[in-house]
């Protein structure tokens, strides 16, 4: 193709053209990995693909680095050279702060691996510091709280590198990442504190109207966009003075699924104040260019959020999921433990918002879809003492030893666990959970069974009772107190639920709560 066909290509793009001049450009310079050609001037990989296409007369590929031919890259700018582009100023104050950058860039070198089941893909560190220095420069954060909805680009780090006065809170649905952030916050004094929700079963209620401002990078998909959004909307502290800030980018060449968000955003009560184009980069995510577009929301109501469990667009949890077989639902109701001559019971799905199964003699739970959270909160929130759950092989807990014993070592003074891999099939292993008789346990063991019985509790409060309980009476409430107090890994968690705490911090916490009954003895 000639220099003028590629021409006649680009009018046809009409004032879209712009950003294939920025393509070419780069490949006038210098190689460009596919993935450059991507993020940089955020271009749709297949549109990039077929300009690649239209220019391969001329141009030079090495593996998947790319540039037009020496020989002609001098006639490709002079002809498609864009004007001078316009300098963003934040990215202006990006290029300001190297230190805060350095820094960022040594969190996201060991932020634990990506996982595709929950859409996650890696922003730019340069994105996270520009989402700091943004809210920074544009809301008075000193004093306030933030609210970060899953964090797995690590913003919360980023703004206390930017204002270590603002305090901020995350809450995520990967256990990895809630540890990874405590250390990193924990190393240079920040005042983050990190929080286990899976948003599709309800916010923690401690955050419930707390915050002032709340930044999420959601999964995107209309499901996904409006469930994150209407938990946003849940934690605010004031929606008047409030703002919901949100990530979303859909690639040019598919409007109809940006519409579709737009219009679950709004069935919010949700207002664009702004939207700001292409302002998050991604080392990913090619179908939308590796960007994302900054929605600046503000709320006019709250209004009550429901959602199924596939919000993602990857794995057993994606909208398109037809979830598990039949006749694994039914081998794993016939395998709940139950009473004799009880019925089979019918299969549930996840959730732990409250207590679940009360009044049931068992249960059995459908967790499939289980990202892995999802076993180890079923078993702190079941009411009945028997229980059975379908997962699937690969799940982190069941997949080898190690992960088995740990789920065990949390649970054990609640229940017997027995691992049925490969049931009812190859991909499948069910958990039968069997409860453990009070009677074979220390003292020590009973505080951290009572404890663990009323996960939903404050945990300060339900840990003070089962003191009295396992002493008998022999303390009173504010001797158990001053135990608790004193033996606590981390007081704030005493007014939080033991379930919405990170696994980390629950398996620091049950060792202190066996040796606390020591001290009441």
């Known amino acids: 193709m000639t220099i003028d066909e590629v021409r006649l290509l680009l009018s046809e793009r009409g004032v879209h053209a712009r950003k294939l001049r920025r393509v070419l450009a780069l490949l006038s310079e210098d190689w460009h990995p596919l993935a450059e050609l991507v993020r940089l001037p955020a271009v749709p990989r297949r549109t990039v693909q077929e300009l690649l296409k239209a220019v391969e007369s001329d141009l030079d590929v090495d593996g998947e680095r790319y540039r037009i031919t020496p020989s002609r890259a001098a006639d490709y700018r002079t002809a498609f050279a864009p004007s001078e582009d316009l300098v963003d100023p934040v990215d202006a104050l990006v290029s300001r702060h190297t230190d805060a950058l350095r820094l960022i860039l040594s969190f996201t070198a060991d932020v634990p691996a990506p996982l595709s089941a929950l859409d996650h893909v890696q922003a730019t560190a340069e994105t996270a510091l520009k989402r ?19 964090d797995h680009d690590l913003t919360s780090l980023a703004v206390c590198a930017v204002n270590p006065d603002v305090t901020v809170t995350v809450v995520d649905v990967d256990d990895r990442l809630l540890a990874y952030i405590d250390k990193r916050a924990a190393e240079h004094g920040w005042r983050v504190r990190t929080l286990h929700a899976d948003f599709r079963f309800g916010l923690p209620p401690a955050l419930v109207e707390t915050a002032d401002l709340v930044f999420s990078d959601p999964p995107y998909t209309p499901e996904g966009m409006g469930l994150f959004a209407g938990r946003a909307v849940e934690a605010l502290a004031d929606t008047s003075a409030g703002r919901v800030l949100l990530a979303y980018g859909f690639s040019d060449r598919t409007p109809a699924l940006g519409l579709k968000v737009q219009q679950e955003l709004q069935k919010l009560g949700l207002v664009f104040e702004a939207i700001l184009p292409a302002f998050h980069r991604f080392d990913g995510a090619q179908a939308i260019g590796s960007a994302a577009d900054l929605y600046v929301c503000r709320p006019t109501a709250r209004r009550s959020v429901s959602a199924g469990t596939r919000i993602y667009t990857h794995g057993a949890q994606s909208v398109e999921s037809s979830g598990p077989p039949r006749e694994a639902l039914s081998t794993l109701s016939d395998l709940a433990p139950r009473p004799e001559s009880s019925p089979p019971p019918k299969p549930r799905g996840p959730g732990w918002a409250d207590p679940i199964g009360k009044g049931a003699a ?9 990202p892995g959270p999802w076993l180890l909160r079923s078993l702190l929130a ?30 054990r003074t609640r229940f017997a666990l027995k691992f049925l891999r490969n049931t009812p099939d190859n991909k499948h292993t069910i958990v039968v959970a069997d409860q453990v008789l009070a009677g074979t346990l220390s003292p020590g063991d009973l505080v951290v069974r009572e404890v663990l019985m009323r996960a939903h509790g404050k945990l300060g409060n339900v840990w003070r009772e089962a003191l009295i309980t396992a002493s008998q009476g022999a303390v009173t409430k504010r001797q158990a107190r001053e135990v608790v107090e004193g033996a606590a890994p981390d007081d704030e968690d005493l007014e939080l639920r033991l379930i919405d705490l990170p696994l980390h911090r629950i398996a620091a916490l049950l060792p202190a709560i066996t040796a606390s009954a020591d001290r009441v003895n």
């Open 382 to 411: 079941s009411s009945p003492a028997r229980l059975a759950a379908l997962v699937a092989n690969n799940h982190p807990a069941v997949s080898s030893a190690a992960g088995q014993q740990e789920l065990q070592s949390l649970v």
């Open 362 to 370: 068992s249960l059995a739970l459908d967790l499939t879809a289980d």
């Open 132 to 150: 700091a220095l943004w809210l920074n420069n544009t809301y008075e954060l000193r004093g306030r709280h933030l609210l970060c909805l899953g």
